[in-house]
Nanobody, 124 residues
Framework: VQLQASGGGLVHTGGSLRLSCTIS????????IGWFRQAPGKEREGVSC????????YYSDPAKGRFTIARGNANNTMYLQMNDLKPDDTAVYYC??????????????????WGQGTQVTVSS
């Protein structure tokens, strides 16, 4: 199983980034695929997840209205478009396969597979 994340970087406040996650080795319909993040000194938190079996999505309150999760045309790819980035968005972002389909992204405890992190830094 591999979850390969990419797309992080350094942007100014108000800027945009698109994170990508390429997934292999699992049946996507068995999971909600999405993104968690962890800032220094803080717990890992769910940002956005997409339930591939029916397209259902979840966004954390900080992500609502600014971030969009979508599945790529190559069905094993997931994207997170992040707009209007703020310094509080600075964190390591992790692609994840969450087993909890009913309420995905609510906690790291239900994540079955993690990708490597990608750093997102937003300067003020």
């Amino acid at each position: 199983v591999q979850l390969q994340a990419s797309g992080g970087g350094l942007v100014h406040t108000g800027g945009s980034l698109r994170l990508s996650c390429t997934i292999s080795g699992i049946r996507l319909d068995d999971y909600a695929i999405g993104w968690f993040r962890q800032a220094p000194g803080k717990e890992r938190e769910g940002v956005s997840c997409l339930r591939t079996v029916d397209g259902g999505t979840y966004y954390s309150d900080p992500a609502k209205g600014r971030f969009t999760i979508a599945r790529g045309n190559a069905n094993n790819t997931m994207y997170l478009q992040m707009n209007d980035l703020k310094p509080d968005d600075t964190a390591v972002y992790y692609c994840a396969a969450d087993l909890r389909l009913a309420e995905p992204c609510r906690g790291a405890w239900s994540v079955h597979y993690w990708g490597q992190g990608t750093q997102v830094t937003v300067s003020s």
